[in-house]
């Protein structure tokens, strides 16, 4: 223990830069194994206001929180619109995009 004192009390670079760099090692070592966090890019939230705007496509978004059920609209003007997917004139919308696309009826029925 005497030993140990006088080491310390001489303040030997060595053994400074040796603790230093274990406590840099047990830092870093670990750190990979923290969770990170995932950014999510989803509709929170969702409009049933009708919009005039003109539609390219279209994405069904599922619900898992935070993300909510939702019909994603992709304009041209505005880019894309989270609505939501019992607005009453939202099927409208989607079959005019679908019938635009040049698709049989019974396919356009199919995929709506």
């Given at each position: 223990?005497?030993?140990?004192?006088?080491?310390?009390?001489?303040?030997?670079?060595?053994?400074?830069?040796?603790?230093?760099?274990?406590?840099?090692?047990?830092?870093?070592?670990?750190?990979?194994?923290?969770?990170?966090t995932v950014r999510l890019r989803c509709c929170e939230s969702v409009s049933r206001r009708n919009f005039d705007f003109n539609i390219t496509q279209y994405r069904i978004q599922r619900e898992?929180?935070?993300?909510?059920?939702?019909?994603?609209?992709?304009?041209?003007?505005?880019?894309?619109l989270c609505v939501h997917p019992k607005a009453r004139w939202v099927p409208q919308k989607i079959k005019k995009l679908l019938s635009a696309a040049h698709l049989p009826q019974h396919l356009i029925e199919f995929l709506y």
């Open positions: 223990m005497f030993k140990m004192q006088q080491i310390l009390n001489r303040r030997s670079p060595h053994l400074i830069l040796s603790l230093m760099m274990l406590g840099f090692i047990t830092l870093t070592a670990g750190s990979y194994l923290r969770p990170g898992m929180k935070p993300c909510v059920k939702a019909i994603i609209l992709y304009t041209k003007e505005k880019g894309p």
